[in-house]
């Protein structure tokens, strides 16, 4: 034991401890910045002239490593020319990033921070800008007015605007309809079409391609005469992923239109169902409605669709709370079995509302699931979100509601919101179709874009 026990103590020396000062580097490299010194290189912007260093600049960029280091005629040149359109403060921000990986973000520079990640593809930037949009409420005329503004901000920016827009349509078909999707430069349909985070079905991205193309050929002026559906999305359909789509589908809605050919058809195949090959995906943070209803509770439940599914309410990952209690245990409501049992509130009581905290994780709702037992079907209530229970938003309204029968014992509600929340809730308003204001619930499951926990940083510089 002795002697274990000192093999021990050096195996530990040997291995020492790892200290970080990211902190100190990084503003080392911004007073290297600010004071110019040892510059090789003056970057003109606007006239405002920048000391910088080609060996930082060609590390955080693979566009400054080419023009500096790859030959070409600015490798040789001591003074270097910035596009004009860029203004010097946010292109100052921008070089302030490279050095020390930090940003200050707000709606009037993002634009131009976006454009400058994307033509010096500085991905780190790139995923900053669109975190911090994800944060930004839009509403749709906003959304409207900034597809139409940053027209020149490039085809990854529409795209994702496009995306976000999509999250607040109400339905798939309203969405491929707009005039703002028929009339959009394919280059941004393929930025779309790129996008993990695009709240389609891949069927419906199929279907949204295909109804652009048939737009794009009706509209079509070319003096070289309309080009059949298949050549006009040709290079769309390249990111369309097949191997999401049910296979019945494919067979009898896309090969006899001939829209992909039978070698295209048998790689898909091959792909979908080798288990050597797994098939590409959009999103697993997209969770949407289908007949196995796995929403949000069941992507925290099986840890992003990483691991087996355990009950989340159950093993502490979510948080299920009643106005008042009764009935079965509320965490029977994430059971995914309507036999367990429903979860009521104490008859009578008011105000009378179910909550749900997703806790680490947040959630862009697009829709909900409800199901009730015999009891007291939903009739008035609202579907509220939350950031702190403190505020919450009214995402819908229901007045008199109907969907809920003996017949029919479960809804599917679509809501439209743009933004991420952690608490839900369904806020009973009014008598349930007995008469009280009352509820039975069996199940309820949520659906849209999932917000993982953000990863723990080491250091608040980085």
Known sequence: AETKSRVTEELLAQKGTKITQHSYICNAYGRMLDSGKYSDLTLVCRKKEFAVHRIVLATQSSVF????????????????????????????????????????????????????????????????CFSFLDEQDFDMATLMGMMQTWSTGGAAIQGYLMSRYCDLVPSFYEFVKAKEFLTMNENVLIELLKLDQLCLEESEVLQAVISWGEHQMKSSTSPEGVKSLKETIANCMRYVRFELIDTKFIVTEVLPQKLISNERFVEIMQRKYSDNCPPPRRSTSFVAYDEKKRGIFYYIGSNGLKEEWRNP?????????????????????????????????????????????????????????????????LRNWRFEASQDTTSWTVLATYVNDTT?????????????????YRYFRIYVTGPSHKGQQSFDLTQVELFGRALPPKKKRTDAAI
Not at 98 to 121: P, S, V, W
Not at 332 to 341: A, E, H, L, P, V
Request: with cysteine; aromatic share 12%.
């Open 313 to 377: 309410a159950k093993n502490g990952l979510i948080t299920v709370t009643l106005s008042s209690s009764g009935g079965a245990s509320r965490h029977c409501i994430c059971d995914r079995k309507w036999t367990s049992g429903a979860v009521e509130n104490s008859y009578g009581s008011a105000p009378t509302w179910i909550q749900f905290d997703l806790k680490n994780y947040q959630l862009v709702p697009r829709s909900y699931y409800v199901q009730q037992d015999q009891d007291h079907f």
């Open 404 to 420: 809920i029968t003996s017949e029919c014992r479960f809804g599917h509600f679509k809501v439209k919101c743009g933004k991420p």
């Open 65 to 128: 490593a080419a023009q500096l280091y790859g030959g070409l005629a600015e490798s040789k040149e001591s003074v270097i020319v910035i596009n004009p359109e860029y203004e010097p403060d946010a292109f100052g921000g921008f070089l302030r990033f490279l050095y020390m990986g930090e940003i200050r973000l707000h709606m009037n520079n993002i634009k131009i921070l976006l454009t400058l990640a994307d033509f010096y593809c500085v991905r780190a930037l790139h995923n900053a």
